[in-house]
């Protein structure tokens, strides 16, 4: 396997974040990123998704550690078709952020 192949691999395999933000209309989006901080930056410049550019500023409430990209998008998906209630019960029963995402 040459460098170029293993890089692709490892990139996969590299630890992605699934996070929930509540907008300031009290609503939530539901998204994925390898860097939280930068991604959440990037929702409240406005260079951020489409949904939130229009309900800013947006706050972090939720934040899951996966173990691939591929495995982000499944969870993302998954949490995208929950209803608002479970969106709460799942950010009630996750008791806070993990302490690296309470400074953000």
């Known amino acids: 396997m040459n460098a170029e192949e293993n890089s692709g691999k490892d990139h996969k ?3 992605t974040y699934v996070y929930i933000v509540e907008c ?7 998204g994925m990123a390898i860097n939280v901080k930068e991604r959440l930056g990037q929702h409240n410049s406005g260079k951020g998704a489409k949904y939130t550019r229009s309900r800013l500023p947006v706050k972090l409430v939720y934040v899951e550690t996966r173990v691939s990209l591929s495995d982000a998008l499944k969870r993302e998906r998954q949490i995208k ?5 479970q969106k709460e019960a799942l950010i009630l029963e996750g008791r806070g952020l993990p302490k690296k995402f309470r400074s953000l």
């Open 24 to 30: 300031c209309d009290g609503s939530y989006y539901t």
């Open 13 to 15: 395999r590299r630890p």
């Open 81 to 85: 078709q929950l209803k608002r209630g």
